[in-house]
């Protein structure tokens, strides 16, 4: 035949082994999602050590051009789906009983390369193999909804689905038409299900490459809404959910400004790095009492605003807030730092007209409670 099989896979290992250096360098540069990349960066690096060892079959001995390719092969989906674990949080998925699976197949590629030699039979065997790690790709994926509803994991299962059929029909049609002795002297059709799957991988990969920039600019988005210090939402995320609460109507019964009292004495009396650690309890006990019932926001500073969305026994837990703050300690260099909280209130009725006239009545509200001295509300 005209076709040069041959040159097919040198040609395909080139591509790969590229991907595979863009690949790394991604590990290299990048602090997200790296143990996932990592493994990702190794199936690329394994495809195309596979694909260089399939071209050279007949020129080097058996084990290298078939036993180890073959390997190879299923190394690169067997650490796709690694990478995948490592993406939706469950790195430990399945892993154990893979040894036994990549172990089968062995076993199977041995005995249709040294006992039973069968080029078909050996196509079979790859290609269900490959059905069954694209099949548990796809089920690791939903493992975490969190990560499955968003466009490129979905675009990563739709080709998993798409590979397991391509794999299937190479199946059959292998098993009604097997008679090949050689890799380098197959059939057309086999020749389109060998550019077929190679098409299939690289989108696949494509896919893999939008998943990472897709987890950087949420990386990059966490942080920009998000204050360093005391890992609540900033002033910033507090704009975006005050927009979002207006455009869909969202009811909202008030909102709450938290101003930590004396805490330039703090700051004063013991150095900036322990009024930040200060910062940071108080968060933790602002966040923890609100929980669900509201979402607190780092303003400025030392105020925190919370807007409310059920004021039911809102005066008890303002109080209990107050409380937990007051009894609140922080060692500091052998030092116990603790202070008070004040907080403003604005209501949320058909008086205000926008949001920023709602925070300028708590404001107003929080200077009158500092001022006053005799309550922390």
């Not at 675009?155 to 090949?180: A, G």
């Not at 004495?265 to 322990?274: E, F, L, P, S, W």
Request: with cysteine; proline share 1%.
């Amino acid at each position: 035949m005209g076709f040069d099989i041959r040159t097919l896979f040198m040609g395909a290992t080139v591509i790969v082994w590229m991907n595979a250096l863009i690949m790394v360098s991604i590990w290299v540069y990048i602090r997200v999602m790296r143990d996932a990349i990592a493994f990702w960066s190794l199936s690329q690096i394994l495809l195309g050590s596979s694909l260089l060892l399939y071209s050279f079959r007949g020129m080097i001995p058996d084990f290298h051009s078939i036993i180890l390719a073959n390997a190879g092969t299923f190394l690169s989906y067997l650490t796709i789906q690694a990478g995948i674990a490592c993406y939706v949080n469950e790195p430990a998925y399945l892993r154990r009983k893979f040894a036994a699976l990549f172990l089968v197949f062995m076993v199977s590629i041995v005995y249709l390369t040294y006992i039973y030699p069968s080029v078909a039979w050996r196509i079979v065997d790859i290609s269900l193999f490959l059905v069954i790690l694209s099949g548990i790709s796809i089920r690791t994926l939903s493992c975490n909804k969190k990560y499955t509803d968003n466009l490129p994991s979905k675009c990563l299962q739709l080709i998993l689905k798409i590979n397991i059929i391509v794999m299937f029909f190479r199946i059959l049609i292998t098993i009604s038409d097997h008679f090949y002795f050689d890799l380098m002297q197959i059939g057309s059709v086999q020749i389109a299900f060998i550019i077929g799957g190679f098409v299939l991988y690289m989108i696949l990969s494509l896919c893999l490459f939008w998943i990472i920039m897709d987890k950087i600019n949420h990386q990059v988005k966490i942080q920009a809404y998000t204050d360093i210090l005391t890992g609540l939402p900033n002033r910033r995320a507090l704009e975006e959910t005050l927009v979002k609460l207006v455009l869909h109507g969202n009811k909202v019964s008030g909102v709450l400004m938290i101003d930590v009292d004396k805490f330039k004495m703090i700051n004063d009396t013991y150095g900036h790095q322990a009024g930040d650690l200060y910062l940071k309890k108080v968060s933790h006990v602002i966040a923890d009492v609100f929980n669900l019932r509201a979402e607190a926001f780092r303003y400025a500073g030392d105020e925190f605003i919370v807007i409310i969305y059920d004021e039911e026994n809102l005066v008890q837990v303002i109080e209990h807030l107050c409380e937990k703050v007051k009894n609140l300690s922080v060692l500091w260099r052998g030092n116990l730092i603790h202070t008070s909280i004040s907080v403003g209130f604005a209501v949320n009725d058909d008086n205000v007209t926008n949001w920023a006239a709602l925070i300028q009545l708590a404001d107003e509200d929080l200077y009158r409670v500092k001022k006053g001295r005799n309550s922390h509300i």
